[in-house]
Nanobody, 126 residues
């Protein structure tokens, strides 16, 4: 079955950086676009970034554009989220997901993603 395992979260001071990784198994990784979402307790899970199967196309939420970079290594079945200039409001659990809905209008919605990891906590201290 499809498994996604996130890692790289932790505690960092505001202005610092973290790189999240998501290792995928149980699927032909290079066939799928991938995405990152984040969630604060009691809030909706929000879109952060997405990357096409080849890595040629990327999309970002307005709140993180210019600070975060999504990338992938198809040889390692891994997608990354490099997070720079972190802010207190970036504190959340970060999830990676497999995009099965395509790069259409639903790209930034949870409905376009079929498989999810367990999440990794990112805490930014102010």
């Amino acid at each position: 079955q499809v498994q996604l395992v996130e890692s790289g979260g932790g505690l960092v001071q505001a202005g610092g950086s973290l790189r999240l990784s998501c290792a995928a198994s149980g699927l032909t990784f290079s066939d799928y676009s991938m995405g990152w979402f984040r969630q604060i307790p009691g809030k909706e899970r929000d879109f952060v970034a997405s990357i096409s199967w080849s890595g040629a196309a990327t999309y970002y939420a307005d709140s993180i554009r210019g600070r975060f970079t999504i990338s992938r290594d198809n040889a390692k079945n891994t997608v990354y989220l490099q997070m720079n200039s972190l802010k207190f409001e970036d504190t959340a659990v970060y999830y990676c997901a497999v995009n099965t809905g395509g790069f259409g209008p639903r790209l930034k919605t949870k409905a376009a993603y079929a498989y999810w990891g367990q999440g990794t906590q990112v805490t930014v201290s102010s």
